[in-house]
């Protein structure tokens, strides 16, 4: 007869122990279904991380656009400050001309009345 040891009865047993983990944990094949389904909802993820970029990327579009049409919308407000300013100042200009015309008149006016006074004075003195 053979002689079986128990040492090579228990190397049998544990053998046979990790083969069957290994085979349950391995080879049953339990978690490759699961697998699908979770490839599918990254598949769906970053589709809607691809949408949500793209809607991104117009929405910065949209404000790059906004803010070119702002800018040209400043520089047409500029020009039309400096237009004003200018015809404010050539109306301050006429403004202080007229008061040195209506000076001039009313000296000149002045002048008139007195001379005019002292003619009459003399002609009370009759000279």
Known sequence: MIKIDKKIIIIAALFLVIATGCWYLFGSGGNISNNGVGADQ???D???VGQQQSAAIDGLGRIET??????AKVGTISAGLNDTTKSIAATESRIDASQNAARSSSEL???GQRILGQV???????I
């Open 42 to 44: 990254v598949r769906s």
């Open 46 to 48: 970053l589709s809607a």
């Open 109 to 111: 006016i002045a002048e």
């Open 120 to 126: 009459r004075e003399r002609s009370k003195n009759g």
């Open 66 to 71: 906004g803010l070119s049409d702002g800018a």
